[in-house]
T-cell receptor, first 112, second 109 residues
Framework: SQTIHQWPATLVQPVGSPLSLECTVEGTSNPNLYWYRQAAGRGLQLLFYSVGIGQISSEVPQNLSASRPQDRQFILSSKKLLLSDSGFYLC???????????FGPGTRLTVL | GQNIDQPTEMTATEGAIVQINCTYQTSGFNGLFWYQQHAGEAPTFLSYNVLDGLEEKGRFSSFLSRSKGYSYLLLKELQMKDSASYLCAVLDSNYQLIWGAGTKLIIKP
């Protein structure tokens, strides 16, 4: 069966500090991978998606970036965090663009 | 623009039935998904509709009318554990998933 891991579960970072969130998927190959952010009480905002190693599409211009160094690894990064980067970050995978997405447990990021 | 509308919050009684509506206006349509999200947790997949009609899965059913741009999620025999947010999402013509803001369902004993 497939599983998706995200870490850390919670993170408190000062403004201006760097960020690295990691997501890995097990039990499948060549998945579509997604990074979402969810503000409190709001819907999901797609940040990045990837259909293969090294292929990243960005949906929202921001100070975040994403990378996919391996087939089942997806990393979200920032060089300098802003207060507005606080939120619940979710990684998801899908078999293809038409399929349902399965989410990791999420990382709750607070930028102070 | 693309838009998905759901009620912000609904309240229902344990053991009852509740219907959560979702209307959408998107650039094309390639399917509609419902997800459940408990507070502080990640969304989990509930159902998928691409053709008109009703899909039943145990206590949960989902209905779609493509001509009306409308779907609903029907929850029967409500349990306290059904207290959660329910997210509607539509796959548009570019296979981009457009998300609604979610409906917070409160179950009272």
């Amino acid at each position: 069966s497939q599983t998706i891991h995200q870490w850390p579960a919670t993170l408190v970072q000062p403004v201006g500090s760097p960020l690295s969130l990691e997501c890995t998927v097990e039990g499948t190959s060549n998945p579509n991978l997604y990074w979402y952010r969810q503000a409190a009480g709001r819907g999901l905002q797609l940040l990045f998606y990837s259909v293969g190693i090294g292929q990243i599409s960005s949906e929202v211009p921001q100070n975040l970036s994403a990378s996919r160094p391996q087939d089942r690894q997806f990393i979200l990064s920032s060089k300098k965090l802003l207060l507005s980067d606080s939120g619940f970050y979710l990684c998801a995978w899908g078999r293809d663009e038409k399929s349902e997405q399965f989410f990791g447990p999420g990382t709750r990021l607070t930028v102070l | 623009g693309q838009n998905i509308d759901q009620p912000t919050e609904m309240t229902a009684t344990e053991g009852a039935i509740v219907q959560i509506n979702c209307t959408y206006q998107t650039s094309g349509f390639n399917g509609l998904f419902w997800y459940q999200q408990h507070a502080g947790e990640a969304p989990t997949f509930l159902s998928y509709n691409v053709l008109d009609g009703l899909e039943e899965k145990g206590r949960f059913s989902s209905f779609l009318s493509r001509s009306k741009g409308y779907s609903y999620l029907l929850l029967k025999e409500l349990q306290m554990k059904d207290s959660a947010s329910y997210l509607c999402a539509v796959l548009d013509s570019n296979y981009q998933l457009i998300w609604g803001a979610g409906t917070k369902l409160i179950i009272k004993p």
